[in-house]
């Protein structure tokens, strides 16, 4: 409500009194040109300067103002809409004025019109208005000026700015003075969040962050970014609306915000000594509410929504609507839908592993800083995020937050921001120049078992990736609305005195009326309030005085309703948009990766990274400008691009800790290790996209290395998941195994297990049975006791597990990071394998890195042991003792010393037995190479230049073989005693291998 | 450039307080106004205020003020070069002035022989006081010679004097160089000087409680009839039909020009004339007029 003076009071109070309206038109910020109705010229002895608040030398009006237009100003009780107001101000053509447009650029100038009297001083004038000159309308004999308010100045504006982690009221300010609004126009009580009327809305917050600026917003569905096709004027309108408020230019052209509160005092009471005239008019009956949370602002020309509805709650008044059914019908609904298009903010569950169903949980939330309870102020140095927030900006019981995660709405009171994960995105003004804005990345929100499952929703199970959409201002609105409207809202018209035009729009007022007549009511009362939702002041030949249209805005015992609620389940609102930024944000056809650029250098602690571009699955994101970052001393920390908003993201671990869990649009950058007062960089860009899943596993043909991203460098589902084709055995990905980055053994990236037993292993892949392979890793243990194991399950072709060979079953790793290979061969009726890692159960952690799983070729080395040679005849030769054996092909028990051939294939062997180990040598007497007992091959042999001494060679040369054929070496004695043939692990062999 | 006398008829009627018409103001003319602290005209610079042009000092409004800017000065003149074509002018009339709220003015109207007002005569002086009413007088005759009120034709050069022991700054809302048209008679309806209307709206709440908005009061209403058979001041009549555009333009109504000079009203009338003949010589002149704002009642 308007102070109006005591002077004005006593003026108007009068039985009889000569109201004029005095119109000052501003060409500068002093000097106004006065003019008034009536009949007499009016000297003030000095004039109130509203531009410096002053006191300006004293000015002469002359009535040359023929007529006022009325003055009206109206809200949509409902949708909060408020009509802009005009005013039109018809001078007597007597010179003055004309001379005054001639000679002034009058367009965009100021009027104001102000109501008083002859004896009143200019100050002690009621306000009624104050805008800017449109256009004028010289007719005969008169003049009209045409003004409108100040909503001129951000109404034919579309908004090219950004506002970030903002309350709406804070964001509505941004943009009017983005717009162009002086600061001066804007009622600061109205827009300052210490005031007691905004209790309970304290801890709203929006963002919005525009494609225009950032680029497509066709794949940026995070930043709600459809290009703004509003005016500034609008969109601040909308924000209102999220706080059942409307936003308004009051009668001395300030920008004023009103909030409806049923709550609030009455600002006056009116008995039949103050109305005149009386109208009941149609009642408001709004028995449910459709309230869309979207984003969206434009169609495609298939007619899908540019940017999807992220939810529809529907908030009925199941007992209004029964009561309102025809006869015959059960229901009668009257319903009203109302679009929230600014506020679909949508952040992320980051929780590792699934939410249960039921139960209280901790849901962590990823990019948090658009939802209610996040908002912060001023730069990120030290932390905490607590010290850069306000007490009311957060959570708590009496400022609740609703989110709804899949289609689950749960209620939380608080909420946790994570100190050290910063995000520095721009936020720019209305003309497009960026500032830093500091965001946190990572909050925990506590959710309590009573609060899921709410406002008609049904608890369910979310997983890591699950958007969570605040839908605490739309809950606020539909029950508000509901709680208004459902019985049906009286609305009247009354017509006052003057003495009221202190009265406002959104002022809440009583009055007592015994001829209003409806359902349960004859009369009204002061029990009842009223909102004024229109204003009207008349000042003309015919009338006098102030109609108001006075809207039910709630009452001491008010009707009771029963709500119902109805949720559109996610998919519903899905289009086109949706299923593309579904697909960036599961990485459908790539991974995260740096494009190009995004450098990061450092000076001192002053971390900057170069524009470049990085991307987030199939989305490219520009960092259009270099931005510079002051990391903390003594701590490292890894720079990210978030290729969501295109903002630099730092998180902070103590020197030397494991890297952080990274958000899942993170591009990562660097490691930056900072020492007291500079910075080493270790370079972890990605550079190009890895397009994963391209080929299955399970056709990943032999030769090369057989196991699935061995290296771990593919995560194209990012850190918050294993890598691309493991999965965990035993244990949760994010607890029990991570990424680990500190100190991979090769690449950027390995397997960090910091838990005992736990494991994690490959996607089958095809193997072949008998197969020799050749399996290992580089591995490490923190703790000299701690068994690492690298091993392989191996399936059948219906993917049984059959059995687990290990390469690796070793504890004393703990000095450095070891290489270990070992073959293995792949049992007879394996057709899959995959690889396992694992920790043993001791305490410590193991490192995994650079596995290794290629086919090993058959091959062995035997030397004899001293035996019996019989004369005359032929002998196996007693090789039985394995140099190697891979694949353990060869049977060295005395009699059988044979290599029995493991698959089809070409093979080589050696064999020698020296003459100096050799008793009877016989100049006839040879070595043959036995297949399946019969002489494929004889050998040759050698004088040693000692009599009687030779010495026996086999060289086979390529020998084809079928699986099982046995190759042995035979000795044939010509000499007609028994020899003795001494062992000798150095000069009797036999070897072989497969070469094909 | 001349002066010449006024009809005894003329002046007799006026003596004997029969009403007069003003139609024209010689000042429309002008061809260079100047508010001026010297005498020459030409070549001297204007000290008139922005956004308070000389040329509210003849639109024949009173509420709006012309008036010179901030220059300090105890001598004011209002000058005018009214051209060749310049109206008689027998009258002066000035409204809307500050000239009581200013005090102790002596204010004079002078005609030069030329532009640099070398050489003046003073038609008339008078001295307001603390007064703001309008000042009125049928009487400029030369204030050093004759004392008979004159006529004055071509004369082109002429400027209203403001004088003070200290420096002020006037203001002006009309200024009215007029050639009388002296009517034979009043109204056939006597005493209609105290005729007034208000224009009010009432708001009267639903118990009764009543409240009067005032719209405007004090307006001056004058209607009727006066019947004459002299051909001067029929002829009189239709030439101050032409002087206010056939009754398009305000025109002054002096009701009593010897007894209340100063009760000049401005006043409209319906724009069209009856003036028929009601006997072989005689016509009426039916005239309804009603007061222009600001309204007489309303001065002090």
Known sequence: MLTLSDEFEAEFKKAGCEPVFLVSVWTDTSGPLMFCTGSKIITFPDIYNMFDGSTDPGMVAPPSVAQVTPFVQEIDPIHRNMQRTSCTVTFVDDGAIRDFIKNNRVKNQSLVVSLGTANLAQQDFAPVFRGLIKK????????????????????DRKYFGTWLNKHPLEAIKKILEDSGMPSGVIEANDFDLTQSEFDGIEHYVNSYQGSRIHGSPYFNPRRLDAPLELSSFIVCAELAKTMVGSVWFAEDGKLRFTRFDSSASEVVHWTADDI????????????????????????????????????????KDTTSQTAYAAPGETVGVFAEAVDFELIAYRSSVFNYGDIAASGAFDLQLWRPWGLCGTRVLGTYTAGPWEAMQTATSNLSASNPAYYLIDDEVVKCISMDLEEYAVETALEFDGDGDPTDKDLPVFATATIASTNRGLLGSTASTHTQGSKVVDVTAAYDFAETTIRRFSNGAPTIQVTTSLIHCGVQVGDLVTLENDVYLSFGRDGITSAVKFEVTKKEIRLDD???????????????????????????????????????AEAADRQVNASNHVNSGLGVTSSGLDVTVESGFGARGSRLSPLLQSQTVTVRPSMDHYISFSASDSGVVRQSVATGADAPAFGPDCVLLAKVVAGSSSCSIRDLRNFGAIRPRNTSATDFEQGGNLCPNPDFETWSLGPGNPPDHWEMV????????????????SGLYGIKIPNASKSLATQKFRVEADRVYHVGATVFGSASGLYIYVGVRWYTGTGSLLSTTYAISESGLH??????????????????????LLNGAQAGFGLYDAVRFVRAQPSFFVTNTTQTLGKSTDTLIDFDVEAHDTGGFFNTTLGQNKFVAPFDGIYEFKAQVLGSNLTNNHADSYLWLSKNSSEILRGSKSYTGTSSEYDYHIDSGPVKLEKDDIIQIIYNSAHTSNSVLTGSTTQNFFSGVQIQ | MSSGAISTAELDYATNNKPMLVGSNALESASVEKWLIVDTLSGSADKTLTNHPISRARDRFNHLQTKPDTTSASTWYLSFDLTADVADF??????????????????????????????????????PGSSNKRIFTADLADTSGTSVPLRHSGERYVRLKMTKGSDFTPAIGELWLGRRRQLPYKFNIAAQEKRTRSEVVRFES????????????????????????????????????KECGYGTKPFLWIENPTASPSDVHVMTCAPELFFDLTGPSSRSLDLSMSEVAPYLTSES
């Open chain 2, 90 to 127: 027998d009258c002066l009339f000035i409204g809307g002035h500050n000239f009581g709220t200013v005090g102790g003015l002596t204010v004079s109207l002078e005609i030069g022989t030329d532009a640099t007002f070398g050489s003046v005569t003073e038609l008339y002086t008078t001295t």
């Open chain 1, 730 to 745: 035993t244990g949760t990905w994010g607890t029990d195994a991570i990424r680990g980055e500190t100190d991979p053994s």
């Open chain 1, 815 to 836: 000095t450095a990071f070891a290489r270990r290979d070992t073959p293995l061969v792949a049992p007879s009726n394996a057709s899959y394998a995959s690889v396992i």
């Open chain 1, 136 to 155: 004028w309308v010289p007719r005969e004999g008169q003049i009209d000026i045409l003004a409108d308010d100040h909503s001129d100045y951000p109404f």
């Open chain 2, 206 to 241: 639903r118990s009764g409680v009543s409240t009067t908005y005032t719209l405007s009061q004090g307006k001056a209403m004058r209607s009727g009839s006066i019947e004459m058979d002299d051909a001067t001041c029929i002829a009189d009549v239709t030439e101050w039909w």
């Open chain 1, 542 to 580: 015919s009338q006098a005085g102030c109609h108001f249209t006075l809207v039910y805005a709630g009452e001491s015992s008010p009707p009771a309703i029963v709500k119902t609620y109805d949720w559109w389940r996610r998919e519903l609102g899905k289009g086109l948009l949706a299923d593309l």
């Open chain 1, 276 to 315: 005149k005239e009386f109208e009941q008019l149609d009642e408001l009956v709004v028995n449910q509410i459709e309230v869309n949370l979207s984003s969206a602002r434009g169609m495609l020309s298939s007619g899908e929504q540019l940017l999807p509805t992220e939810s529809t709650i529907v908030v």
